[in-house]
T-cell receptor, first 115, second 112 residues
Framework: AQKITQTQPGMFVQEKEAVTLDCTYD???????LFWYKQPSSGEMIFLIY??????QNATEGRYSLNFQKARKSANLVISASQLGDSAMYFC????????????FGKGTTLSVSS | DTGVSQDPRHKITKRGQNVTFRCDPI?????LYWYRQTLGQGPEFLTY????????KSRLLSDRFSAERPKGSFSTLEIQRTEQGDSAMYLC??????????FGPGTRLTVL
């Protein structure tokens, strides 16, 4: 069965510091994709970053990078130089069906950035 | 604005009533998804369309739920005989490929 596990219900960080949000996944598929989304209090899900299972390099998008460790089945999100606007819920998700349908989400991590 | 739009943003209804939500995807996206998100949880997949064809439905989509995407453009999600357990955020997403999905702002349903 496909599953995403996010073990940190909440994380606290100060502005300008880096923070790592953990995500582990379980799938028997060889081809899959891993995603991170941000959900502010307004409710909209904002796409942050994507990593394909065959990608050799870790994905990066601005201040976001994905630390992909395939053998450990982990896909941690690293946010560098945190900003107050980064305070939100963060979800890790996986697409493990080659037809590319459903995303399977974890329960999320609430990130709070303080000044 | 060229993002995914959903209407209404909020809906309050009484138990037993029918409700219908609309989703307008990004215009060039042929894939459309519906998810449901309850408080403190991640979104859960409900159903998927490629163009006008409904290709996948979750077990969560009971007989009271029906979704359509006529002409492969906008989609509607109808819930018949609503129950209090249907209270949730209903999210629509669209995608041009099998990679990232772009989400709308959601419709928050409250069943009294």
């Amino acid at each position: 069965a496909q599953k995403i596990t996010q073990t940190q219900p909440g994380m606290f960080v100060q502005e300008k510091e880096a923070v790592t949000l953990d995500c582990t996944y379980d799938t028997s598929d060889q081809s899959y994709g891993l995603f991170w989304y941000k959900q502010p209090s307004s409710g909209e899900m904002i796409f942050l970053i994507y990593q394909g299972s065959y990608d050799e390099q870790n994905a990066t998008e601005g201040r976001y990078s994905l630390n992909f460790q395939k053998a450990r089945k982990s896909a941690n999100l690293v946010i560098s130089a945190s900003q107050l606007g980064d305070s939100a819920m963060y979800f890790c998700a996986m697409r493990a069906n080659q037809a590319g349908t459903a995303l399977i989400f974890g329960k999320g991590t609430t990130l709070s950035v303080s000044s | 604005d060229t993002g995914v739009s959903q209407d209404p943003r909020h809906k309050i209804t009484k138990r037993g009533q029918n409700v219908t939500f609309r989703c307008d995807p990004i215009s060039e996206h042929n894939r459309l998804y519906w998810y449901r998100q309850t408080l403190g949880q991640g979104p859960e997949f409900l159903t998927y369309f490629q163009n006008e064809a409904q290709l996948e439905k979750s077990r969560l989509l009971s007989d009271r739920f029906s979704a359509e995407r006529p002409k492969g453009s906008f989609s509607t999600l109808e819930i018949q005989r609503t129950e209090q357990g249907d209270s949730a955020m209903y999210l629509c997403a669209s995608s041009p490929t099998t990679n990232e999905q772009f989400f709308g702002p959601g419709t928050r349903l409250t069943v009294l």
